[in-house]
């Protein structure tokens, strides 16, 4: 099993930045080669894709709504994979969740969820 907690969340105006943090425990990212996905739910739309990571890092994949503006990261030692967010926008306002286990857009791809942190972003 892996246990994920996501931080980092918080109020920004929009032009601002804000880095996500997904912490894993349980089990080592890298020695099960877990690939790593963010996602965002705002409130009565589904669950969004964000961006991915593999095992390694070497590979990235992001939603085009986020790409030149969203960075994902991970340090497989400290067993963390982060969002950086730059040029916030208030459209970006949602619950935001790390997830484990695949390297694809599709959420059902990933058996292991945070519990989610929350990003507003005022005008």
């Known amino acids: 099993q892996v246990q994920l907690v996501e931080s980092g969340g918080g109020l920004v105006q929009a032009g601002g930045s804000l880095r996500l943090s997904c912490a894993a425990s349980g089990r080592i990212l890298s020695d099960y080669s877990y690939g790593m996905g963010w996602f965002r739910q705002a409130p009565g739309k589904e669950r969004e894709f964000m961006a991915t990571?593999?095992?390694?890092?070497?590979?990235?994949y992001y939603a085009d709504t986020v790409k030149g503006r969203f960075t994902i990261s991970r340090d497989n030692v400290k067993n963390t994979v982060y969002l950086q967010m730059n040029n916030l926008k208030p459209d970006d306002t949602a619950v935001y969740y790390c997830?484990?286990?695949?390297?694809?857009?599709?959420?059902?791809?990933?058996?292991?969820w945070g519990q989610g942190t929350q990003v507003t972003v005022s005008s």
């Open positions: 990571i593999n095992w390694s890092g070497s590979d990235t």
């Open positions: 997830a484990a286990g695949a390297y694809s857009r599709n959420p059902t791809n990933y058996p292991y």
